[in-house]
């Protein structure tokens, strides 16, 4: 009687499976990605729960300021199975030593080494270009800034080390331009003093954006497409 009890209370207990651990993912890069400014939470809403968005991302990071403040360890120690890494904003000139890097020297240099250490450690990395910021020339197009380099260097070295590339830079460029300057207003943030910052995302543009980043996710990363539970 007893060893027929321990059998039957057996069968209800949960039997766990890797398919019922949600897949991690997680964002590594700067205000324009965190949850305040950026795309991170749209990003998150995009995904059922068997999908944990895990958001790193920092405001004033560059791809060396991120790692020199102790930053990556953690990411890792997440142990994730995507690495989405988007820098580029804080490593253009003008940012200080501690952060500004050279687009085609050490910002490259620092992107790869996230890359090879991102998969010795068992995780997908994903290379994502900065989305721009919504500065337009008087025709209407979006002005072509200091981010241009960084942009080129991130596509050539995903293309290089065989990484999936998010072009959020393109995506952003083209849907900015289409809306422009006064549809931009709407997912523009406001800044202290009421004044439209053209940089950061306020709460549309957050979820915007999120979304499209979503979109681009699931496109390089297909088998990922079953999780999305936003249009």
């Known amino acids: ?17 890797p398919a019922q651990t949600p897949v991690r993912v997680v964002l590594v890069g700067d205000s324009t990605v965190n ?11 995009s995904f059922s729960p068997d999908v944990a968005v895990i958001n790193h991302a920092m405001n004033g990071r560059s791809s060396k300021s991120f790692r020199s403040e102790g930053r990556w360890e953690p990411v890792l120690a997440d142990k994730p199975q995507y690495v989405l890494l ?18 085609n020297g050490s910002y490259r240099d620092n992107l790869a080494r996230y890359v090879d250490e991102a998969r010795a450690a068992g ?44 072009d959020m830079y393109d ?12 549809g931009c207003k709407e997912i523009d943030a406001v800044t202290r003093d009421g004044k439209p ?19 681009e996710f699931v496109r390089v990363v297909p088998e990922l ?6 249009p």
């Open 123 to 166: 995780a997908t990395p994903v290379i994502v270009t900065s989305i721009v910021r919504r500065n337009f020339t008087p025709d209407g197009k979006i002005v072509r800034d200091s981010l241009v380099p960084y942009v080129a260097a991130a596509r050539a070295l995903a293309a290089e080390k065989r990484v999936p590339l998010m």
């Open 86 to 103: 988007q820098f580029g904003h804080n490593d253009v000139p003008g940012k200080g030593p501690d952060r500004e890097t050279a687009a």
């Open 35 to 45: 949850d305040e400014g950026g795309w991170g939470t749209g990003f998150r809403a």
């Open 197 to 215: 910052d053209h940089t950061h995302l306020g709460a549309k543009g957050r979820s915007v954006i999120g979304a499209m980043a979503a979109r």
């Open 171 to 182: 995506l952003t460029l083209r849907q900015s331009e289409a809306l422009g300057p006064e």
């Open 225 to 230: 497409g079953k999780y999305v539970v936003a």
């Open 1 to 17: 009687m007893k060893t027929m009890m321990m059998f039957f209370a057996a069968l209800l207990i949960p039997v766990w499976s």
